[in-house]
């Protein structure tokens, strides 16, 4: 069989006769992703969304109970160490927590990616903006230096307003 001549095959030449061939053939080879690969790939992505929202419900609960030790400290008239609590707060920890901020972010991971890359967030912080982290040490340490009871309310009142904003109490 001599197929040098196939482009003279009629008026389809062989532009036409290869189209003709993949449209034939299209069917049964299709070039498609099979629909079990697909699902479990949703089925990952479902994973890491959920992973994503837990990581930002721990930071959550980590701020609570920073807020809450250091709402008792106030009420016991403990300004240094509440002052301490609400520089954790404004941290989203402590260095241990830090440290592992400091692994996932090594690990390639970014709760606010686009947040770290328009200045919003510190790298690696999940629920606290630079802005709010300013004002939570600032009240902070207005709190630290607090020589009387109107202006450890005022510190506290400070605070508070940051952290009702960063968690949503109302």
Partial sequence: ????NI??????????????????????TRQETPKPMVACYDSLADAILAVKQ????????LLDGH?????????????????????LFANE??????GVRKRLLEGGHHHNAEGEAKGIYEPGFVVVTRDAKQKALEAAAAMRQAQDEGARKRAW????????ELTQRK
Wanted: charged share 10%; aromatic share 6%.
């Fill in 1 to 4: 069989m001599n197929l040098g």
């Fill in 7 to 28: 482009g003279n095959i009629g008026n389809i030449g062989t532009t036409g006769l290869c189209a003709v061939a993949v449209l034939l053939t299209a069917g049964a």
């Fill in 54 to 61: 837990t990581e930002a419900d721990f930071v959550l609960s």
């Fill in 67 to 87: 807020f809450h030790a250091a709402q008792a400290f106030v009420t016991r008239g403990d300004g240094a160490r509440a002052s301490a609590e609400m520089a």
């Fill in 93 to 98: 920890g402590d260095n241990a927590i830090g």
């Fill in 157 to 164: 009142d400070a605070f508070a307003a940051v952290a009702h």
